[in-house]
């Protein structure tokens, strides 16, 4: 049994089993290591999307979790999740993270673990971003994201279709395709490293080839230019 297989119920999911087992496999990676963490937590979830992450953040013991999502329609999906303790314990906000943060820290808010899972290279500006999530005071950064294969600390700049819900909103009123950019790993790492943050990877590896099905993105390698990964970024020691 994997976590999200109560989603097998859903009218949004129940014609596509492999999104959940996915969705399971990913969960194993991007919210099992970091429970200890979790439990007890304030948690914001960027780009939150139809609360699929909030309600697992929520389950693994999370005091509070506020999604900030920029499309309507995604949070209205929210409503069929199940009932009960985990779904009373997350709250949304309609709006666009590099609004709603600056209107958080002016608030005084702060919160123990941001997650951005799938953000992150549907932006441009990684670094001012980052840097509004250090104004919340965070003690551990979960980012699951698309990187660039480069050893070499750098963006690669891309576009997307705003009409799909899956990517970047609009950023001006009609703009049909936003752009996008994909830091590589070293460039994360360069970025952090100037806010007082530690990157730790999670190991991919240790999945088997014969359990990676539907995880193939995490998986790419040259002559592929990107490639998906899970890291955790925390407060490096004072020296």
């Known amino acids: 049994m994997g976590f999200f297989d109560f ?3 859903s009218p949004r999911y129940a014609d596509t089993p492999a999104s959940i087992a996915r969705l399971n496999k ?3 990676f991007l919210i099992d290591p970091y429970v200890d963490d979790i439990k007890g937590a304030s948690v914001l979830d960027l780009a939150s999307h139809d609360g699929r992450w909030s309600y697992a953040l929520s389950a ?4 509070e979790v506020l999604g900030i999502e920029g499309r309507a329609e995604s949070i209205e999906q929210w409503a069929a999740y199940p009932e009960g303790p985990v779904k009373d314990r997350v709250s949304f906000v309609h709006g666009d993270v590099y609004e709603e943060l600056p209107r958080l820290v002016a608030e005084g808010r702060q919160f123990d673990v941001v997650a951005l899972f799938g953000l992150f290279y549907h932006v441009m ?3 001012n971003l980052l840097k509004l999530i250090y104004a919340v005071k965070p003690k551990l950064i979960i980012i699951d994201s698309e990187f660039y294969i480069s050893p070499d600390p750098t963006v690669r ?3 997307e279709k705003t009409d799909n819900r899956l990517n970047s909103i609009e950023h001006i ?3 049909k395709r936003a752009p996008m950019g994909f830091p590589s790993r070293s460039a994360l790492e360069v970025m952090a490293a100037t806010l007082g943050y530690g990157v730790e990877w999670a190991d ?3 999945v088997p080839p014969d359990r990676r099905n539907g995880l193939a993105s995490y998986y790419r390698e040259p002559p592929e230019w990107k490639v998906r990964d899970t890291c955790a970024l925390r407060p490096l020691a004072a020296e």
């Open 204 to 206: 991919w590896g240790t």
């Open 173 to 175: 009123p009609g703009q």
């Open 26 to 28: 990913r969960h194993r």
């Open 60 to 63: 693994a013991g999370a005091r």
């Open 157 to 159: 700049i891309a576009r």
């Open 7 to 9: 989603l097998r119920d």
């Open 125 to 127: 500006d990684h670094y």
